[in-house]
Every structure is written in C-alpha cells, then in structure tokens.
Nanobody
Framework: VQLQAFGGGLVQAGGSLRLSCVGSGRTFSNDAMGWFRRAPGKEREFVAAISWSGSITFHADSVKGRFTISRVNAENTVYLQMNSLKLEDTAIYYC???????????????????????WGRGTLVTVSS
C-alpha cells in the first residue's frame, strides 16, 4: 500500500504548481485525504483535506484562496492546485489518507496528522523570488 506524491519543483513567487498524490495497493476512494507540509526548521503543518466523496474540503488559513484540493476517485488520485505561490510556501509536501470515512470524524480530525493511516513520501516545492 503506497501513496506517491508528484509535481513538486522550483517555481517563482506568484507562479503555480499542481501536486498529485496517487495511491496504489488498495483503493483510497473511501478514505479522507489530506495534504501537509514541512518547511525548513518548522513543524509539519496542515494544508488541506478532502472527504472521501469530495463534498467537504478544508484549507488552512495560510493557503485559503490560493490552494485548492480535489480528488478523482476513479484514478485513486488527489490533487493540490497551488496558485499565487509565496516564498513561505517552500516546503516538502506530503499526502496522507485516513480510513475513517465518517463525515463527523473527518470534520473533527482533518488537521491532525495522527488521524491519518497512510503517508506518502513528500515532494519538494521551492518558491524563489
């Protein structure tokens, strides 16, 4: 069972990137999915999360209006569209999956790393001036 994140790279401030997270080994279509990031010298932080159906999403205040999480269950894939990138968005981005598909649990725990059962290897996003 594996999650693999793709799409990181070097981009100028103000630019855009689209991250993809592809699951393999099992279907993740019933899982809540999340994106987290760890900037240099900082703790891991929540970025965005999406319910199994895609009907409920949450975004951190720091990325609201700039980043959008989405998913295509038929492709076992979740995306993070990142626009208007800032220097402070530089980080390693990780995707994660939570088996608990209940909406109530998702709404309580979406921002909590320990709630997630599966983690992918990160992809580095570097924003330059």
């Amino acid at each position: 069972v594996q999650l693999q994140a793709f799409g990181g790279g070097l981009v100028q401030a103000g630019g855009s990137l689209r991250l993809s997270c592809v699951g393999s080994g099992r279907t993740f279509s019933n899982d809540a999915m999340g994106w987290f990031r760890r900037a240099p010298g900082k703790e891991r932080e929540f970025v965005a999360a999406i319910s199994w159906s895609g009907s409920i999403t949450f975004h951190a205040d720091s990325v609201k209006g700039r980043f959008t999480i989405s998913r295509v269950n038929a492709e076992n894939t979740v995306y993070l569209q990142m626009n208007s990138l800032k220097l402070e968005d530089t980080a390693i981005y990780y995707c994660a999956a939570a088996r608990d598909s209940r909406s109530s649990a998702f709404s309580r725990n979406y921002h909590t790393p320990t709630w997630y059962n599966y983690w992918g290897r990160g992809t580095l996003v570097t924003v330059s001036s």
